[in-house]
């Protein structure tokens, strides 16, 4: 018996004349390959429409309210529209507790768990679009997500956190942060990396990554985190 969506329609300020929109935003592929004879698709397609909203709202607000260069612009509403930013968007709603997954899937709750909640949270844009129209998505994204633009701004949070810490570090230590590969594994195609950032001999954090990029933007994230800057 599927639950009861009305908790999850309050808090996305939605009331769904088409209820099984919503539910499709909320299903997994995986639960679809465990359930093949369930009534709905799974969520990709929404969230593909979702996306394009999402950027679409987030750029029209950004252009009308700010006479920033483009360069800022862009890196706001990058800020604004990462999977990052929207897994943390689905938490505050409360989209983790009526996703449909497979059963495997539902007991990963690590960084797969982050995106698929990224994912679930475009898709439910998507949904929004399809039922009710663009002003009431672009009603929710104000809402949820535009509403953390103030502290991106203040916080400076739509730097990269590799620039904010090498930044950091020359102005109050002296020191250029340096990264290292700490530990690697996995197949070519699906590398996993373990990053050390340190300054001077002191390792300060770790980050894990599938990309050297990705596990250094981590531990710095985690050097940030760590010093209190």
């Known amino acids: 018996m599927m639950k009861d969506l009305s908790p999850?329609?309050?808090?996305?300020?939605?009331?769904?004349?088409?209820?099984?929109?919503?539910?499709?935003?909320l299903t997994h592929r995986s639960y679809i390959n465990e359930n093949p004879k369930f009534y709905l698709n799974h969520n990709e397609r929404l969230e593909f429409l979702g996306d394009a909203v999402l950027e679409?709202?987030?750029?029209?607000?950004?252009?009308?309210?700010?006479?920033?260069?483009?360069?800022?612009?862009?890196?706001?509403?990058?800020?604004?529209?990462?999977?990052?930013?929207?897994?943390?968007i689905a938490h505050d709603i409360g989209i983790n507790d009526f996703l449909l997954l497979s059963r495997g899937e539902?007991?990963?709750?690590?960084?797969?768990?982050?995106?698929?909640?990224?994912?679930?949270t475009e898709a439910?844009?998507?949904?929004?679009?399809?039922?009710?129209?663009?002003s009431a998505a672009e009603e929710f994204v104000k809402s949820h997500i535009i509403s953390k633009l103030p502290?991106?701004?203040?916080?400076?949070?739509?730097?990269?956190?590799?620039?904010?810490?090498?930044e950091e570090a020359q102005d109050r230590v002296g020191i250029t942060p340096t990264y290292e590969v700490l530990d690697e594994w996995g197949p070519d195609h699906s590398k996993n990396f373990v990053i050390g950032v340190?300054?001077?001999?002191?390792?300060?954090?770790?980050?894990?990554?599938?990309?050297?990029?990705?596990?250094?933007?981590?531990?710095?994230?985690?050097?940030?985190?760590?010093?209190?800057?």
Not at 124 to 134: E, H, K, P
């Open 8 to 25: 999850l329609e309050k808090s996305l300020g939605v009331d769904f004349k088409n209820k099984d929109l919503l539910l499709q935003a």
């Open 56 to 88: 679409l709202a987030v750029t029209e607000y950004l252009y009308q309210k700010y006479e920033n260069p483009e360069g800022d612009l862009t890196s706001w509403r990058a800020s604004l529209v990462n999977s990052k930013m929207l897994s943390r």
């Open 106 to 120: 539902a007991k990963d709750t690590g960084r797969a768990r982050e995106y698929i909640l990224a994912n679930a």
């Open 124 to 134: 439910a844009i998507g949904a929004i679009y399809l039922d009710s129209g663009f």
């Open 151 to 166: 502290e991106i701004i203040d916080k400076e949070l739509y730097r990269d956190p590799k620039s904010r810490f090498q």
């Open 198 to 229: 340190f300054l001077g001999k002191e390792m300060v954090a770790k980050g894990e990554g599938n990309s050297k990029q990705e596990g250094q933007e981590k531990a710095a994230e985690k050097a940030l985190e760590e010093k209190g800057w």
